[in-house]
């Protein structure tokens, strides 16, 4: 009877260039034989074994194409196919491990991020015993990653000098309609918006009464 594969630390923390040098040298095809078993064309492993990871080292445990699916920002995880880049679901903001808050979780998976946390990365966590990770600051001197934008927190007032946090969504997204409004841009504008909107005009914003009143 063959013996079923078994899951050791070396297969779990093998890197990827080992494999694909052993592509190289044995030469099978676009499916290329790994010494775990089956072809591995994806990465991803074989007969259901997946390589184990860490979001602080998620760049050589997972494959570009790939992201860190694990319960928090220390515990280990599973590599796992990133979602598609493109808006998927409502926006609701969720704390990824670097800090940024996304879209949602699974934009930010899709950058290839552990998000672990619904909620803005500058709030509480929305449940589960798990904190939010600390919020990426961020200033002129001191930006965002690309594809991120530096907002600071809302207060009562448009004052200068306030401490700014990363954020980042997906360019086809959309506030969901009906939410509170309450929140007003700095330029003078007086449309009443919601927090959602407020956000995502990528514009200084402060908080007043509910229906701006």
Same mark, same amino acid.
């Given at each position: 009877?063959?013996?079923?594969?078994?899951?050791?630390?070396?297969?779990?923390?093998?890197?990827?260039?080992?494999?694909?040098?052993?592509?190289?040298?044995?030469?099978?095809g676009a499916g290329c034989t790994s010494i775990f078993g089956g072809p591995e064309p994806s990465g991803l492993?074989?007969?259901?074994?997946?390589?184990?990871?860490?979001?602080?080292?998620?760049?050589?445990?997972?494959?570009?194409?790939?992201?860190?699916?694990?319960?928090?920002?220390?515990?280990? @995880?599973?590599?796992?196919?990133? $979602?598609? *880049?493109?808006?998927?679901?409502? %926006?609701?903001? =969720?704390?990824?491990?670097? +800090?940024?808050?996304?879209?949602?979780?699974?934009?930010?998976?899709?950058?290839?991020?552990?998000?672990?946390?619904?909620?803005?990365?500058?709030?509480?966590?929305?449940?589960?015993?798990?904190?939010?990770?600390?919020?990426? @600051?961020?200033?002129?001197?001191? $930006?965002? *990653?690309?594809?991120?934008?530096? %907002?600071?927190? =809302?207060?009562?007032?448009? +004052?200068?000098?306030?401490?700014?946090?990363?954020?980042a969504w997906p360019n086809d997204a959309t506030c969901t309609p009906g939410a509170q409004t309450g929140y007003?841009?700095?330029?003078?504008?007086?449309?009443?918006?919601?927090?959602?909107?407020?956000?995502?005009?990528?514009?200084?914003?402060?908080?007043?009464?509910?229906?701006?009143?």
């Amino acid at each position: 009877m063959k013996q079923a594969p078994v899951a050791s630390p070396l297969a779990s923390h093998t890197k990827r260039w080992g494999r694909v040098v052993l592509c190289l040298v044995i030469g099978v095809g676009a499916g290329c034989t790994s010494i775990f078993g089956g072809p591995e064309p994806s990465g991803l492993g074989s007969n259901g074994i997946t390589n184990s990871c860490y979001w602080s080292s998620v760049h050589t445990d997972c494959l570009d194409t790939e992201y860190c699916d694990a319960p928090d920002c220390k515990s280990a @995880g599973r590599c796992a196919k990133r $979602p598609s *880049p493109f808006m998927t679901g409502e %926006l609701i903001w =969720a704390c990824g491990c670097d +800090g940024i808050t996304y879209g949602n979780a699974n934009f930010g998976k899709a950058q290839g991020v552990t998000v672990p946390t619904t909620g803005q990365c500058t709030g509480p966590s929305s449940g589960g015993g798990v904190t939010p990770a600390d919020p990426r @600051g961020c200033a002129s001197n001191n $930006p965002c *990653p690309a594809g991120a934008v530096c %907002l600071p927190l =809302a207060s009562s007032s448009c +004052g200068t000098g306030a401490q700014g946090y990363c954020w980042a969504w997906p360019n086809d997204a959309t506030c969901t309609p009906g939410a509170q409004t309450g929140y007003l841009l700095c330029n003078g504008n007086t449309k009443c918006m919601t927090e959602c909107e407020a956000i995502t005009s990528m514009q200084r914003y402060k908080m007043t009464t509910i229906g701006c009143r």
